[in-house]
């Protein structure tokens, strides 16, 4: 399947149109909204979901040196990226050192949703992925918070900040949790005591990732609606860019580790996605003084959408190049 065959089949899935639905139901002014508590419990149900496959996967694998490796190298990527991003948003764009740098952290962070999608897709075409890719997701979403902050710490050596009070929140923080214990979950269990609960944590991943892609395609278009005003254009460019530029360093350390087609496509789609759930949590805490309009309309307006309409298609085809 060439790359426009792989875009057009993204396009034209359930999980994209739904998302597309929801934000033109949000750009029409529609009343459409999914309750906060299920939009929550759904987002628990994926973050299960994906820890739990992850975790089987790495019991029927086994524990390898390209596992190690490939966790270090996604913490290198992450705590790395968001100093690019920063430097590139400075210079491109009028924002201040903090807004720069809370814009930044999320970039060099994951989406967890990206990946749930990036999964769904490799399910589609029918590759499968390294298991431990989950503890990579898991591992990237902490050193990016900490590298904004020493970005900001530079200019602002005395902000007073609790750094007991953030690492805690960081690592404790309710989606960095639920992937990383549903990981130990699958991993304890094995294929073997995944049997009994595969019909709710398989069969139903996508008719739920597609009820959460509406949530996320209303919160989306509201979001843009608002905050329109307050993104200049290269700002906006900013978020198209960012995703390639970083898949574009993602793309040669997944062929050096020796990763698979699909892991290789993850551990790009990884470094190309923007976190919008733990990092902005993160950066209430951190950075308060940080715009959040700017942040989240930027990582779940632009570079989310990005991602899920051309990105995963552009990355599954890199890494079907490379690792094939």
């Keep these: 399947m060439n790359l426009v065959d792989l875009a057009i089949s993204n396009l034209l899935s359930p999980v994209v149109l739904f998302f597309a639905l929801g934000v033109a139901a949000a750009l029409a002014r529609s009343d459409l909204s999914v309750p906060e508590a299920i939009a929550k419990g759904i987002a628990l149900y994926l973050m299960m979901a994906i820890g739990l496959k992850g975790g089987v996967e790495v019991a029927r694998q086994g524990l390898t040196t390209t596992l190690v490796l490939t966790v270090l190298a996604g913490a290198v990527l992450s705590f790395a990226i968001p100093f690019l991003a920063y430097a590139i948003l400075r210079f491109v764009s009028r924002l201040s050192a903090v807004d720069a740098a809370a814009v930044a952290a999320h970039y060099g962070s994951i989406s967890a949703v990206t990946l749930a999608v990036a999964i769904e897709v490799l399910g589609r075409v029918g590759l499968g992925f390294e298991g431990y890719m989950i503890a990579v997701a898991a591992v990237m979403e902490t050193p990016a ?65 597609c009820l959460f892609l509406l949530d996320m395609g209303l919160v989306a278009g509201r979001g843009f ?45 990884l470094a190309a996605s923007a976190s919008y759930i733990a990092v902005p949590a993160a950066m209430r805490l951190a950075l308060p003084e940080a715009d959040a309009a700017i942040y989240l309309t930027l990582s779940l307006g632009v570079t989310f959408p990005f991602n899920l309409i051309i990105g995963l298609p552009l990355y599954l085809s890199v890494a079907q190049k490379l690792a094939g």
Aim: net charge positive; aromatic share 8%; hydrophobic share 60%.
């Design 225 to 269: 609606a608002r905050a329109r005003k307050a993104l200049s254009l290269p700002v906006i460019l900013f978020g198209f860019v960012m995703p390639l530029i970083s898949a574009a360093i993602a793309a040669p350390i997944a062929a050096m580790l020796g990763l698979s087609p699909g892991g290789a496509m993850l551990f790009i789609t």
């Design 145 to 209: 918070i900490l590298a904004a902050l020493l970005i900001v710490r530079r200019s602002r050596p005395d902000d007073g900040l609790s750094r007991g009070e953030l690492l805690h929140e960081v690592a404790f923080n309710g989606s960095v949790v639920v992937l990383v214990g549903s990981f130990f979950v699958g991993w304890i269990a094995g294929p073997a005591g995944m049997k009994p609960i595969a019909p709710l944590f398989t069969d139903l991943f996508r008719g739920m990732l």
